[in-house]
C-alpha cells in the first residue's frame, strides 16, 4: 500500500494552510488500526487538503492513494474514504466554467481533473456494493451514481444489489442512487422511473416504499399517487412498527439530526457523498454526514441525533426521506400539510419534533391554510420532552399572527411556566409568541418577566405587539428603564425597554427616556440615542419638553452626529412641535449630501412631515433617476407623501416593485396610502396575492421576522385593493 507515495514532492504542493508535505502522514494515518488516529487523519483531510470542498494540486495527487485504500479491506471505515471521494470527484462543472480567461480557471480545472481522476478509478466502487463492511456498502451506490462513467451499467448492478441487501439504510441508499441516476441522465430516466414506480407499488418493505415514493417526487412528480400525504403516512407507520430482527428495522444504526431549519426543507440531514438519500433543496442548521463535511461534523450526529434524540423505537432514517420528500412536492402546501398532519401524531415524540422544524421550513417558504397544522403544533406545547415543546415554542414564536390556532396552548404554557417562576428559554418563547397575538393573557406572564433581576431583553421587544393592552406594563418597563447604567452595556439593556415604551406610547415615560437620552455614551451610542429618539418621536407633543436636545442634535450633515441621528431627531422634533421651519433646513442638507444612506435617512424624516414638506419635492423628483435602487424608491414613497399627486411616484414605485421585491411591503404600505390612484399598480398588486411563494424566500438563511413581512405584504395587497372588486 502506498507505493510511490515517497517518491512524490509534497512539499512544492499545498493545501489550505501551506506546504503539503503533511499529506503522507494524513493518508497513513487513514489506514491506522486506532480509530482516534483514523479520525484525526480524516478530519485533517477535510480541514486542509479538501477545505470546504476546495480541490488543490495536494488533493489531486492524493486520489491515487485515497483510491486504494477504499479497496483495500483491511482498512477499516472505509466508507468515510468512499464519501471523500465522491465529494473530491463529485463537482459538477459545465463547459463556460473552463474558460482560461477567467479568474477562477485553475479552480475550476482542478475540479476538472479531480472529477476525472476519481471517475477513472469508480470500478472499484463496483466491488463494495456487496463489502462485508455496511458503511461501505452505504457509500459506494452515490459513488457510483456520481461518479462512475457507465451509468447505464451502474443501474443494473444497484436493482440487482436490491435484492440480495439486507441492512435498511443500505437499501435506501440504492434506492436513492437510482433516483440520482434518474435526475442526472435524462436517457435512463424512463426506466429508471419505472423500477421505482414498481417498488412502490409491490410488496417491499415500507422503507423501501417509502424511498421509493420519495425519488419519484423527484424525478417524476407527477406519477405520483393522488394520496401522497396518506400513502407516505401510511408506509411510515408500517415502518415504525416493523422492527429490526428481519433486517428491515434499524440498519447499521446511524441516526440522522433535525436542525432549526430556516429556509425550504428545514431541519436538513445531507447523508451520502455530496448529498445522499436526506439531501432537501435547503435548509440549517442539519447535521452532515459524507463529503463536505468534516469526520468532527459526522460525529456531531453519529449514534443519535443533532438535538440529542436517539434513534428512538422508530426509524432514524425516516426523517431523512420525509424532508426530502417535503423538499420534492415543493408548492404543494395541500399535501405537504397533509404529511405534517401525520407526522404531527405521531406517537414518537422524536418523528414529531422533526415534523415541527419541517413546518418551519413549509410556512417559511409558502403561503398556504395552517391553522390545523398551527394547532397541531400548539399541542406539542405540554409534551413533557424538551426538544419538542422547545421546538413547538421556537415554531411560533416566528409565526406572529399565523400562531393564532395556538393561542390557548401558549396562554396555558405562559402561565403555567409563569406561576412556576421559570425562565427557560422555551417558556419565554411562548410568552413573546403569545404576546405577538396582541393576547392579553400575556400581560401579567410579562410583567413577571420584566421584574426578574437579569431582564430578558426579548420580553420587551414584544411588548409594542400588544398596543394599548401593555399599558399596565410601563411602571415596571420605567423603573427597569431608571436603573440602567448609562455605559457600554447601554444598548443591551436599554433599547428593548425604549422599544415598549415607544410601542404603548408611554409620555409619562418622558424623564426616563431624557435620561438615556443625554447619557448615551459617544461609543456606540448612536443606536441607543436612535431608539430614544423613536420613543420621543411615539409620544408626539407630549414630548415638546425634549425640544431644546431635539434641536441640539440637529447638526447638519457635514458635522456632529450621523444622518440617521440627525434624521431621527427631525421626525421627533417634527412630532413633538410640528414645526416645519425648525426641521426642513437640515432635511434639505441631507438629502444634498453625497452618500445614499444621508439622502435616503432625510427621504423618510421627509416623508413623515408630508405636505408641509412640500417644498422639498424638486430635489425628491431629482432622485427619482438615481442609480441606487433604494433611493429610488424612498425618493418615489416620500414624493407622494409631501405632494399627495401620484403620477410622478407610481412608475417609479412598479418598477421598484419588480426590481426589488424586499421593498415591495414599503411599496404596498405607499399604494394603500393612495387608494383609487394607485389604480395603475393593481395588476401587480393581484399578481403578488396569487404567488405561492412568500416574497423575501432567501435560500440557505431566512429571519426572525420573515414571515410577519411576508403576511404584512399581503394584508397591505389587500388594503391597495379594498373596494376594486
Not at 484525526?40 to 477535510?46: E, N, Q, R
Not at 421627509?606 to 417644498?615: F, I
Amino acid at each position: 500500500m502506498f507505493t510511490g507515495m515517497d517518491e512524490v514532492d509534497w512539499a512544492s504542493m499545498g493545501h489550505a494552510y501551506g506546504p503539503a508535505d503533511d499529506v503522507p502522514a494524513l493518508l497513513r494515518g487513514l489506514a491506522s488500526t486506532d480509530p482516534a488516529e483514523r479520525e484525526t487523519a480524516l478530519d485533517g483531510i477535510y480541514t486542509a487538503v479538501h477545505h470546504q470542498g476546495d480541490v488543490y494540486d495536494s488533493t489531486l495527487a492524493c486520489i491515487p492513494f485515497l483510491l486504494e485504500l477504499a479497496a483495500s479491506p483491511e482498512v477499516q471505515d472505509r466508507g468515510a474514504i468512499v464519501e471523500l471521494l465522491t465529494s473530491i470527484g463529485g463537482i459538477d462543472l459545465d463547459d463556460d466554467e473552463l474558460d482560461p480567461e477567467d479568474e477562477e480557471f485553475e479552480d475550476a480545472a482542478n475540479y476538472a481533473m479531480a472529477a476525472a481522476a476519481v471517475a477513472s478509478g469508480a470500478d472499484v466502487f463496483v466491488g463494495l456494493l456487496d463489502d462485508q463492511d455496511a458503511g461501505v456498502r452505504l457509500a459506494a451506490p452515490c459513488a457510483l451514481a456520481m461518479l462512475h462513467g457507465d451509468p447505464a451499467r451502474v443501474l443494473a448492478l444497484l436493482r440487482a444489489r436490491l435484492e440480495g441487501e439486507r441492512d435498511t439504510e443500505v437499501r435506501l441508499a440504492l434506492v436513492e442512487a437510482v433516483g440520482r441516476i434518474a435526475l442526472r441522465h435524462e436517457a435512463l430516466r424512463a426506466e429508471s422511473v419505472t423500477w421505482l414506480t414498481t417498488l412502490l407499488a409491490g410488496d417491499r418493505p415500507p422503507g423501501v416504499r417509502l424511498s421509493a415514493l420519495t425519488q419519484l417526487a423527484r424525478c417524476a412528480p407527477g406519477l405520483l399517487p393522488d394520496d401522497v400525504a396518506s400513502t407516505a403516512t401510511a408506509l411510515l407507520r408500517a415502518a415504525d412498527g416493523d422492527g429490526s430482527a428481519d433486517g428491515y428495522g434499524y440498519g447499521n444504526g446511524d441516526g440522522y439530526g433535525y436542525g432549526d431549519g430556516s429556509a425550504d426543507g428545514a431541519g436538513t440531514s445531507t447523508t451520502g457523498p455530496g448529498a445522499g438519500a436526506g439531501t432537501t433543496a435547503a435548509g440549517a442548521g442539519a447535521k452532515t454526514t459524507g463529503p463536505g463535511a468534516t469526520a468532527a461534523d459526522t460525529r456531531a450526529g453519529g449514534a443519535g441525533t443533532a438535538q440529542g434524540h436517539g434513534a428512538g423505537p422508530g426509524t432514524p432514517w425516516a426523517d431523512d426521506l420525509l424532508r426530502t420528500l417535503h423538499s420534492a412536492l415543493g408548492d404543494r402546501v395541500d399535501d405537504r400539510v397533509a404529511l405534517l398532519t401525520g407526522q404531527l401524531s405521531s406517537a414518537d415524540p422524536a418523528q414529531r419534533t422533526d415534523a415541527v422544524w419541517m413546518c418551519h421550513g413549509l410556512i417559511r417558504a409558502w403561503r398556504g391554510p395552517y391553522d390545523d397544522v398551527v394547532r397541531l403544533v400548539g399541542a406539542q406545547l405540554g409534551d413533557p420532552d424538551p426538544l419538542l415543546h422547545g421546538a413547538a415554542s421556537s415554531l411560533l414564536e416566528s409565526l406572529f399572527g399565523l400562531a393564532l390556532p395556538a393561542a390557548d396552548a401558549l396562554a396555558e404554557r405562559a402561565g403555567a411556566a409563569g406561576a412556576a417562576g421559570g425562565n427557560r428559554p422555551a417558556d419565554r418563547r411562548a410568552l413573546i409568541a403569545l404576546a405577538r397575538l396582541g393576547d392579553p393573557r400575556a400581560v401579567p406572564a410579562l410583567a413577571r418577566a420584566l421584574g426578574q433581576p437579569e431582564l430578558p431583553h426579548d420580553v420587551a421587544f414584544a411588548v409594542p405587539y400588544l398596543g394599548d393592552l401593555a399599558v399596565p406594563l410601563v411602571p415596571v418597563l420605567r423603573g427597569r428603564l431608571a436603573e440602567v447604567a448609562l455605559d457600554e452595556r447601554l444598548y443591551d439593556r436599554a433599547v428593548p425597554l425604549l422599544a415598549g415604551l415607544a410601542g404603548v406610547r408611554a409620555a409619562e415615560a418622558l424623564p426616563e427616556v431624557l435620561s438615556v437620552l443625554r447619557g448615551a455614551p459617544a461609543r456606540s451610542g448612536e443606536w441607543v440615542t436612535e431608539a430614544a429618539l423613536r420613543a420621543l418621536t411615539s409620544f408626539g407633543a407630549a414630548a415638546l419638553p425634549a425640544a431644546p436636545e431635539l434641536r441640539a442634535l440637529l447638526g447638519g450633515a457635514s458635522a456632529g452626529p450621523s444622518s440617521s441621528v440627525v434624521a431621527a431627531a427631525a421626525r421627533a422634533l417634527w412630532a413633538a412641535t410640528g414645526d416645519a421651519a425648525a426641521v426642513l433646513p437640515v432635511l434639505h442638507e441631507l438629502l444634498a449630501a453625497d452618500g445614499p444612506d444621508e439622502r435616503r435617512a432625510a427621504a423618510a424624516a421627509l416623508g413623515s412631515v408630508g405636505r408641509a414638506a412640500r417644498g422639498a419635492a424638486p430635489a425628491l423628483r431629482e432622485l427619482l433617476g438615481s442609480p441606487e435602487r433604494w433611493l429610488r424608491m424612498d425618493a418615489a414613497v416620500a414624493l407622494w407623501r409631501v405632494t399627495g399627486a401620484p403620477g410622478e411616484s407610481l412608475p417609479v414605485l412598479r418598477t421598484a416593485w419588480e426590481e426589488n421585491r424586499y421593498g415591495r411591503v414599503e411599496i404596498a404600505e405607499c399604494l394603500a396610502e393612495m387608494g383609487p390612484s394607485a389604480e395603475p399598480a393593481v395588476p401587480l398588486l393581484r399578481a403578488e396575492l396569487s404567488r405561492p411563494r412568500r416574497h423575501n424566500v432567501l435560500d440557505g438563511g431566512s429571519g426572525s421576522h420573515d414571515i410577519e413581512q411576508d403576511e404584512r405584504l399581503l394584508a397591505l395587497c389587500r388594503a391597495a385593493l379594498r373596494g376594486r372588486g
